[in-house]
């Protein structure tokens, strides 16, 4: 089944951190252009991290020095290492996995609530 499978989301107070995981299976995430996205209540999704096929990676002004994205092919696994944490950092967050070639190929994550709240 090809699917990315999330964990890690959860409660935390201001200042605390998170790691969020998601998991690729039946296709090798290593070949794809990978990113974390947010929705917060009453707002439009958006992208916080992603790493571009070159390599490269990128992140949203607001989470600049605060969130960190990786992959470890190994695991066929993706990360989004999150640190001094924020109220406004409260949203659901989606892994997202997409290939352009002949065909494009895109997979979403199921989601994970992260709250910052003390």
């Known amino acids: 089944q090809l699917q990315l499978v999330e964990s890690g989301g959860g409660l935390v107070q201001p200042g605390g951190s998170l790691r969020l995981s998601c998991a690729a299976s039946?296709?090798?995430?290593?070949?794809?252009?990978i990113g974390w996205y947010r929705q917060a209540p009453g707002k439009q999704r958006e992208l916080v991290a992603g790493i571009t096929s070159d390599g490269t990676t990128n992140y949203a002004d607001s989470v600049k020095g605060r969130f960190t994205i990786s992959r470890t092919n190994a695991k066929n696994t993706m990360y989004l290492q999150m640190i001094s944490l924020k109220p406004e950092d409260t949203a659901v967050y989606y892994c997202n996995a997409r290939y352009r070639g002949v065909n494009e190929y895109v997979y979403w994550g199921q989601g994970t609530q992260v709250t910052v709240s003390s």
């Open positions: 039946g296709f090798t995430l290593e070949y794809y252009v």
